[in-house]
């Protein structure tokens, strides 16, 4: 069974800050990808960026880099310069086993201006 | 790409009722998902159709709720006799089929489900 464990409720950051969300996963399948999502205050969920287990190189978008470390599972989620706009819930997801992603309970990120 | 799109936004209704929520994926997306969002939890898989096939549906889905994606266009989730515990924000998501379950998912905003 694949688990996701995001240990951090909530967080906050100062505008222009930098913050990173924490995420563990354990699965037994050696191939298979890491999500962080992000859910606005009563917006749709949207994809932030995706991580192949196979490949060493963390993944970037613009913004927002992931730390993944295959060894530790660990799989966090670095928010360069932040904007009031990333405030809401993060959510890591596991994809794995070929079964359907499996979510963390979240993490409720604020953006102080 | 008009987006994912659920209705209704919201729902109320009392114990023992029925309900129905629709969900219209993505045009050129053959998957589909339902999740389940209770407050403080991240979404629970439910099921998921390829085209009009149900491929897979979790051990949450108890045999009062139904799913069906006839012609693989829109889908329907059915919740009978509903109960307190079925409260929730529904989440349908559709993908592409290109990664399998890994294709990046693509959220409506939801049906938050209230019953009293």
């Known amino acids: 069974a694949q688990t996701v464990t995001q240990s951090q409720p909530e967080m906050s950051v100062q505008e222009a800050e930098t913050v990173t969300l924490s995420c563990t996963y354990d699965?037994?399948?050696?191939?298979?990808?890491l999500f962080w999502y992000k859910q606005p205050p009563s917006r749709q969920m949207i994809l932030v960026i995706r991580?192949?287990?196979?490949?060493?190189q963390n993944a970037t978008e613009n913004r927002f880099s992931v730390n993944f470390q295959k060894a530790a599972k660990s799989f966090s989620l670095k928010i360069s310069d932040s904007q009031l706009g990333d405030t809401a819930m993060y959510f890591c997801?596991?994809?794995?086993?070929?079964?359907?992603?499996?979510f963390g309970k979240g993490t409720r990120l604020s953006v102080i201006a | 790409d008009t987006g994912v799109s659920q209705n209704p936004r919201h729902k109320i209704t009392k114990r023992g009722q029925n309900v129905t929520f629709r969900c219209d994926p993505i045009?050129?997306?053959?998957?589909l998902y339902w999740y389940r969002q209770t407050l403080g939890q991240g979404p629970e898989f439910l099921t998921y159709?390829?085209?009009?096939?149900?491929?897979?549906k979790s051990r949450l889905l108890s045999d009062r709720f139904s799913a069906e994606r006839p012609k693989g266009s829109f889908s329907t989730l059915e919740i009978q006799r509903t109960e307190q515990g079925d409260s929730a924000m529904y989440l349908c998501?559709?993908?592409?089929?290109?990664?399998?379950?890994?294709?990046?998912?693509?959220f409506g905003n939801g049906t938050r489900l209230t019953v009293t």
């Open positions: 159709f390829q085209n009009e096939a149900q491929l897979e």
């Open positions: 699965t037994s399948e050696n191939n298979y990808y």
């Open positions: 045009s050129e997306h053959n998957r």
């Open positions: 997801a596991l994809g794995a086993g070929n079964t359907p992603l499996v």
């Open positions: 991580q192949e287990a196979y490949k060493q």
């Open positions: 998501a559709s993908s592409s089929s290109a990664l399998a379950h890994y294709s990046p998912l693509h």
